[in-house]
């Protein structure tokens, strides 16, 4: 790994949409950092990201436990300079199914601190190194479940969708989305919201229409927006989503 290339770090990239993204940045040529909370998991993924000659590694990076962020955050400082990439991918789904009358809120309270806090801790946490970078970009993967318009719409494709815990959990991660680049608005660090669409991962027992190549389409052009490219918005790969 070396720190005069571009740097991206990936969450819970060992699998499906994030495995493509941490592929896709690395073929750019950027050094790439694999993060995911399982050690074999990660290492056999970022392997096999190395087997293919891609400059990826490994961390290992809890979005859920505090410490387990920090450490992962100091980890990188004694690696790099700064971060160029920082794409917060991971993400799950409890009680997909379950009427909003009927949904455990604690599970509602582990989908968020995955989809919410999750983001929110990384991000604060990686801060010192984003800015640093010359122009650094952070992309939420969201969901078009988390559009209050799309909600709303008993036309649209998402009206049928009602899961409490979830697509409250996008709602949320679009306003912390928001908030981040309100707040970075003035130092060139980029933040946007990405929807990839109803991907076949295991997120969803492979249900999804799309591949991972489509989903990751969006994420990667949203991580390497040029300086004239927007900040505090929400995309699919046609262009801007409503909130």
Request: aromatic share 6%; proline share 5%; glycine share 10%.
């Amino acid at each position: 790994m070396t720190t005069e290339k571009k740097t991206a770090l990936v969450t819970g990239a060992n699998k499906g949409i994030g495995y493509e993204v941490a592929r896709r940045l690395a073929e750019q040529g950027h050094a790439v950092w694999l993060g995911c909370r399982d050690t074999g998991r990660g290492e056999a993924a970022a392997g096999a990201l190395r087997g293919a000659g891609l400059d990826v590694r490994f961390i290992a990076l809890d979005v859920a436990d505090g410490a387990s962020v920090a450490q992962a955050a100091a980890a990188l400082a004694q690696e790099m300079s700064h971060l160029d990439i920082l794409v917060n991918n991971t993400g799950i789904l409890a009680e997909a199914r379950t009427r909003p009358s009927d949904a455990s809120i604690d599970a509602m309270k582990a989908v968020y601190e995955v989809n919410v806090f999750g983001p929110a801790r990384v991000t604060q946490a990686f801060l010192p190194l984003l800015r640093a970078a010359t122009a650094a970009r952070v992309v939420m993967v969201s969901s078009g479940l988390g559009s209050l318009t799309g909600q709303s719409d008993p036309n649209g494709p998402y009206y049928a969708v009602n899961s409490l815990a979830y697509c409250t959990s996008k709602t949320a991660l679009n306003a912390v989305t928001l908030a981040f680049a309100k707040d970075l608005a003035d130092t060139g660090i980029k933040v946007n919201a990405a929807c990839p669409g109803h991907t076949a991962t295991d997120l969803n027992g492979h249900s999804g229409p799309r591949t991972v190549q489509q989903a990751a389409t969006v994420i990667i052009d949203l991580a390497t927006l040029p300086a004239i490219g927007p900040t505090g918005g929400f995309f699919n790969e046609d262009g801007p989503l409503p909130w």
